[in-house]
T-cell receptor, first 112, second 111 residues
Framework: KQEVTQIPAALSVPEGENLVLNCSFT??????LQWFRQDPGKGLTSLLL?????REQTSGRLNASLDKSSGRSTLYIAASQPGDSATYLC???????????FGTGTSLTVIP | SQTIHQWPATLVQPVGSPLSLECTVE??????LYWYRQAAGRGLQLLFY??????ISSEVPQNLSASRPQDRQFILSSKKLLLSDSGFYLC??????????FGPGTRLTVL
C-alpha cells in the first residue's frame, strides 16, 4: 500500500518567517504530486502540481520541490502571513491507477 | 471552467436514518469521481471512486454505498446511519491520474 507522510503534524511560526513543510512517499514511481490547502470546514484548494518530470513549481510566495529518488517533496512558504494559517496536504498519484494518496497534513499557524 | 457542487452543506441526522449526499460536476465530461471522509483531526479516507457511469470501486467495508447514475453525478448513500458515520464528506473529480479538484464538503453529524 502506498504511504504518504507529512512532518511535522503541526507548526506554529511568527509572521514573516520562511518555513518548509515536508511530504514523503514510499513508492518513488509517482506520476505527479499535488499540494493542497484546507481551511477549517472547507474543501481542499489546489496550490501546486508537480509532474514527475519536474523538479519544482512556483506560485507567488510558494515553491514546491520534488525529489523522486528520495521520495520527498517540500513546500516552501516565504514571508509567512496570518492568512497562510491552514492545513496543508500533499497527495501523490501513480500512472497505474486512478487513486490519489494523501498525507495526513500539516496544520500551520502563523502568529501575527 | 469546471465547477463541483455538493449538497447539502450541513446535515444532522439521527442514528438509523437514511442518507443521501449528492455531488455534481459542471464543465467537463467523463470525469473520475471520488468520495472521501475526513473525521475530526484525521486525514482523508477514500470511500469510493468511479471512472464511469455505473462503475464504482469501494475502498473500505462500511454501511455506505455510492452510485453514479449520470456522467457528472455521484451520490453517497446509507440505509441506516451509525454514530461513526459522522464526519466531513468531500467529493472530488479528476480528468485522470493528474490533478484533483474538490467540492466544498458536507458536514454530517449523526446523533
Amino acid at each position: 500500500k502506498q504511504e504518504v507522510t507529512q512532518i511535522p503534524a503541526a507548526l506554529s511560526v511568527p509572521e514573516g518567517e520562511n518555513l518548509v513543510l515536508n511530504c514523503s512517499f514510499t513508492d518513488s514511481a509517482i506520476y505527479n504530486l499535488q499540494w493542497f490547502r484546507q481551511d477549517p470546514g472547507k474543501g481542499l484548494t489546489s496550490l501546486l502540481l508537480i509532474q514527475s518530470s519536474q523538479r519544482e513549481q512556483t506560485s507567488g510566495r510558494l515553491n514546491a520541490s520534488l525529489d523522486k529518488s528520495s521520495g520527498r517533496s517540500t513546500l516552501y512558504i516565504a514571508a509567512s502571513q496570518p492568512g497562510d494559517s491552514a492545513t496543508y496536504l500533499c497527495a501523490v498519484t501513480y500512472n497505474t491507477g486512478n487513486q490519489f494518496y494523501f498525507g495526513t497534513g500539516t496544520s500551520l499557524t502563523v502568529i501575527p | 471552467s469546471q465547477t463541483i457542487h455538493q449538497w447539502p452543506a450541513t446535515l444532522v441526522q439521527p442514528v438509523g436514518s437514511p442518507l443521501s449526499l449528492e455531488c455534481t460536476v459542471e464543465g467537463t465530461s467523463n470525469p473520475n469521481l471520488y468520495w472521501y471522509r475526513q473525521a475530526a483531526g484525521r486525514g482523508l479516507q477514500l470511500l469510493f471512486y468511479s471512472v464511469g457511469i455505473g462503475q464504482i470501486s469501494s475502498e473500505v467495508p462500511q454501511n455506505l454505498s455510492a452510485s453514479r447514475p449520470q456522467d457528472r453525478q455521484f451520490i453517497l448513500s446509507s440505509k441506516k446511519l451509525l454514530l461513526s458515520d459522522s464526519g466531513f464528506y468531500l467529493c472530488a473529480w479528476s480528468p485522470g491520474p493528474s490533478r484533483q479538484f474538490f467540492g466544498p464538503g458536507t458536514r454530517l453529524t449523526v446523533l
